[in-house]
């Protein structure tokens, strides 16, 4: 793929990325009284009592811990992350998730990615502070930068902040992935064009 020749890092998103997951979100939101086509943060931020924001977190992080405990690396993650860098292309991780479920995630799947922005650190995407944060922190230039998710906020997240999105749709075909810039099938597949682009 031509479009990824001349990129200089790889910042991913977790939950269904790099790892699985198995987080209900309409179960979350039916505990929550979360009208089903409203983000569950936004939903949150937006309560006025702090007592029952406070226990509204308090619910996605027991989800967030059950699911962490039981979240195994996508196929072909490992090799891609070797492949990244052999290839010298530095790489982070962008997620919705809280730290605790992230951390627990990355150690139980050896995820050796120092760079990890959860959403206690920057607003949530699609808002592309973190992002852009990332490429500060790198000095590179957002434009430079591809952000790899699974979902329709990552795509937009990755547009906010100037960067190519690639998403992948694990062999499904859902309507927006043709507002991405690139998609692929897996993780094998974004390995392949990554190395592909740095041989010619």
Same mark, same amino acid.
């Given at each position: 793929?031509?479009?990824? !020749?001349?990129?200089? +890092? /790889?910042?991913?998103?977790?939950?269904?990325?790099?790892?699985? #997951?198995?987080?209900?979100?309409?179960?979350?939101?039916?505990?929550?009284? %979360?009208?089903?086509?409203?983000? &569950?943060?936004?939903?949150?931020?937006?309560?006025?009592?702090?007592?029952?924001?406070?226990? !509204?977190?308090?619910?996605?992080?027991?989800?967030?811990?059950?699911?962490?405990?039981?979240?195994?690396?996508?196929?072909?993650?490992? $090799?891609?992350?070797? #492949?990244?860098?052999?290839?010298?292309?530095?790489?982070?991780?962008?997620?919705?998730? $809280?730290?605790?479920?992230?951390?627990?995630?990355? $150690?139980?799947?050896?995820?050796?990615?120092?760079?990890?922005?959860?959403?206690? %650190?920057?607003?949530?995407?699609?808002?592309?502070? !973190?992002?852009?944060?990332?490429?500060?922190?790198?000095? &590179? $230039?957002?434009?430079?930068?591809?952000? /790899? +998710?699974?979902?329709?906020?990552?795509?937009?997240?990755?547009?906010? !902040? +100037?960067?190519?999105? /690639?998403?992948?749709?694990?062999?499904?075909?859902?309507?927006?992935?043709?507002?991405?810039?690139?998609? /692929?099938?897996?993780?094998?597949?974004?390995?392949?064009?990554?190395?592909?682009?740095?041989? +010619?």
């Amino acid at each position: 793929m031509e479009k990824l !020749a001349n990129i200089k +890092g /790889v910042i991913f998103d977790l939950d269904g990325t790099l790892v699985e #997951s198995e987080l209900d979100f309409r179960k979350i939101k039916q505990q929550l009284n %979360c009208p089903i086509d409203t983000d &569950i943060l936004n939903y949150i931020d937006a309560m006025t009592s702090i007592d029952e924001q406070q226990r !509204a977190q308090q619910i996605i992080i027991d989800h967030e811990t059950f699911d962490a405990k039981n979240a195994k690396a996508l196929p072909h993650m490992h $090799s891609l992350l070797t #492949s990244l860098q052999e290839l010298a292309l530095p790489a982070a991780i962008v997620t919705r998730n $809280s730290k605790a479920a992230t951390a627990t995630k990355l $150690s139980q799947n050896d995820i050796n990615i120092a760079l990890v922005l959860t959403r206690e %650190c920057y607003p949530a995407k699609p808002a592309p502070d !973190a992002l852009l944060a990332i490429a500060d922190q790198w000095q &590179i $230039s957002a434009a430079e930068l591809i952000y /790899v +998710g699974d979902y329709l906020y990552d795509i937009q997240a990755a547009k906010n !902040a +100037g960067m190519m999105s /690639v998403f992948i749709n694990h062999h499904k075909q859902p309507e927006y992935q043709l507002q991405a810039d690139i998609i /692929v099938r897996d993780l094998k597949e974004l390995q392949t064009a990554i190395e592909a682009s740095r041989q +010619g």
